[in-house]
């Protein structure tokens, strides 16, 4: 079946310094969505990409959908103590109704 | 809205006993999930309905788990018997469009 691997599993960073987490799939996806979620909390959704090389910006996040679309990628740039939390990817594998989410990547934060 | 409601946000029973969990979805929202997480597994669907009918059970571990959903605005997953490898965080979400919204979790331990 479908597998969707992240990488790092965990990460440690200085506060202020940049964070990357890649997210990559066994098969081509429709979509892939990016999830937050706090330490005790449940996931929440932050975005979701549908185009080939796409290319989304939240603030101090941004979000890469891959030319393959079956790689992704979230990036950090100059990290908050708010940042902390794991980052799950899901995919969406065409048609299909239910999401497949990676492995995560906890981050912490360094003050 | 109050979001995805779970039922109870804690569980602690002895290995044996029956245990049902309880998800209120937001309402209007046609999509609803159970998901399991642990550290060794991370995030895994169970099952998911759409207007209130079973799709895909094909995540339900064994015959012990039990998932209905007898109206729009409810669901329960069951446990009979627990065990404690059944020991994790549950997680019901409820979907509209494309995003998942997920519930703060029933946290269970099996003794």
């Known amino acids: 079946g479908q597998q969707v691997m992240q990488i790092p599993q965990y990460q440690h960073v200085q506060e202020g310094e940049d964070f990357t987490t890649y997210c990559n799939s066994s098969?081509?996806?429709?979509?892939i969505q990016w999830y937050k979620q706090r330490p005790g909390g449940h996931p929440v959704f932050l975005i979701q990409?549908?185009?080939?090389?796409e290319v989304k910006k939240q603030k101090r996040l941004t979000f890469q959908f891959g030319e393959a679309k079956k790689n992704s990628s979230l990036h950090i740039t100059a990290t908050q103590t708010t940042d902390v939390g794991t980052y799950f990817c899901?995919?969406?594998?065409?048609?299909?109704?239910?999401?497949?989410f990676g492995t995560g990547t906890r981050l912490t934060i360094i003050p | 809205d109050a979001g995805v409601i779970q039922s109870p946000r804690h569980e602690v029973t002895e290995m044996g006993q029956e245990v049902t969990l309880r998800c209120k979805p937001i309402?209007?929202?046609?999509?609803l999930f159970w998901y399991r997480q642990t550290m060794m597994r991370g995030l895994e669907l169970l099952i998911y309905?759409?207007?209130?009918?079973?799709?895909?059970d094909s995540g339900m571990p064994e015959d012990r788990f039990s998932a209905k959903m007898p109206n729009a605005s409810f669901s329960t997953l069951k446990i009979q018997p627990s065990e404690p490898r059944d020991s994790a965080v549950y997680f019901c979400?409820?979907?509209?469009?494309?995003?998942?919204?997920f519930g703060p979790g029933t946290r269970l331990t099996v003794l």
């Open positions: 309905f759409n207007n209130n009918v079973p799709i895909d």
């Open positions: 098969t081509t996806l429709s979509n």
């Open positions: 309402s209007g929202h046609d999509y």
């Open positions: 899901a995919g969406d594998n065409f048609g299909n109704e239910k999401l497949t």
């Open positions: 979400a409820s979907r509209y469009g494309d995003t998942q919204y």
């Open positions: 990409l549908v185009k080939s090389g």
